[in-house]
């Protein structure tokens, strides 16, 4: 027999000890194969925000649920991105452009309580800061550079209409705001 055909029946007899072992422990009760599986959340997490757990709800890092109403960056505050490349925002995030004319859509609708991914982009040669105007929602917050893309993922808040701005003294005055319908 030559070295091959030896490494093949080697991994064969592998192979069949293998099977045989787990089919005696499937008999015995020793074995059992997951049946239970976990709800997709509609919105899947991005590298750098949030996790989100099981129950479709946005939680830290030690699984407790974020706070939007805490100061941003806080250990309990959701967390934002680096800067990521605009074909890399995932398709179920809700997608904002900036600039000095404003924000384009200048609104949009979530659904209340479910986990919401927004990613907001400098479409201009200016720096800009998203925030909420609610103080129910401080802690949603991302400052970007010019040409920059950062992405957010929180709880959405109760039933209503949260107006957001740019925080760049005098940008909010020019137009840079927009409304979140929460239904």
């Keep these: ?34 049946t239970t599986t976990t709800k997709a959340p509609d919105v899947l997490p991005v590298t750098g925000t949030s996790p989100i757990n099981e129950e479709g709800k946005v939680v830290t890092a030690e699984g407790k649920e974020v706070k939007n ?47 919401v991914t927004l990613s907001v982009t400098s479409g201009d040669t200016q720096t800009h800061i998203f925030m909420f105007n609610s103080p129910l929602l401080s802690a949603v917050a991302l400052g970007l550079g010019p040409q920059e893309t950062r992405m957010i993922t929180f709880n959405a808040p109760a039933k209503g209409e949260y ?9 909010a005055g020019r137009g840079e705001t927009g409304k979140m319908i929460v239904k």
Excluded: Y
């Design 69 to 115: 109403d805490v100061t941003p960056g806080a250990v309990e505050a959701p967390k934002s991105s680096n800067p990521v490349a605009v074909e890399n925002i995932p398709e179920s995030a809700v997608k904002l452009e900036l600039t000095s004319a404003g924000f384009t859509p200048a609104s949009f609708e979530v659904k209340a309580g479910s986990a």
């Design 1 to 34: 027999m030559n070295q091959d055909t030896k490494k093949m029946v080697m991994w064969g007899i592998i192979a069949f000890v293998v099977v045989g072992i787990v089919a005696i422990l499937a008999a015995t009760g020793n074995f059992k194969v997951p």
């Design 163 to 171: 107006e957001f701005r740019c925080d760049v003294p005098g940008h």
